[in-house]
């Protein structure tokens, strides 16, 4: 649903989300923060995709040169200037497929806790545009969940719905990696294939990794072409 993250969704209501998941998750969030600091430098300048309060771009200043978030929330954003204080992070509002930085200017991308999904972007589009920000022979980062974890991520779901962080769970309709709110809701996944097909269309080769049994990362290199 367009704008479920921008408004009802943001800022403290979204850190909650993340206080409330179970060991279980907490340690997929983990894996998936560890998966990607594994793949930086500290020389590098990154840019995270849907940055929300900055609960993930905090960890990566840490390791790099420059560090860039982008969000469409103004809450969010609000909220990570305050996160972030003391680090050398920067903030803009921004809507992930429509980047207003130059070609080229970011070592690494980042787009993780499938946002590729959750932003209810075109995938292609939104794939494309981190492309055009990364400098050749550098890295865009994707993550959704595996289908493996689906049990971890429904009850993950079942708690926001519950604590009235997200609409009521319609469990009717929810199967096969789809949870469907009753408010109108929807949170999909890409999947390995899916990732492949993406990545196809546009004529690079990703390198596909399951991390932790509980997340698939693409990874694609930005060619210049």
Known sequence: MPGYYSH????????????????????????E???????????????????????????????????????????????????????????AAMEASCLAFKNNKFDVVICIQNGISAFAEDQLALIKEALRVTRVGGLALFSSYAERFWPQRLEWFEAQAQRGLIGEIDHA??????????????????????????????GIAPVITEVAGSSVFCELRASGD
């Open 8 to 31: 009802k969704l943001a800022a403290q209501r979204l850190r909650t989300c993340y206080e409330i998941a179970s060991p279980a998750v907490k340690q997929y969030l983990e894996a």
């Open 33 to 91: 923060i560890d998966f990607v600091i594994s793949r930086l430098s500290p020389q590098d300048s990154i840019l995270e995709l849907g940055c929300g309060y900055g609960r993930v771009l905090k960890r990566m200043a840490e390791r790099v040169h420059l560090a860039w978030g982008i969000d469409t929330s103004l809450p969010s954003l609000s909220m990570a200037r305050h996160y972030l204080g003391g680090t050398s992070c920067q903030l």
């Open 173 to 202: 309709a929810t199967g096969d990696g789809v949870i469907f709110c009753k408010d109108g809701f929807r949170a999909t996944t890409v999947t390995p294939d899916g990732f492949r097909k993406l990545a196809a269309a546009i």
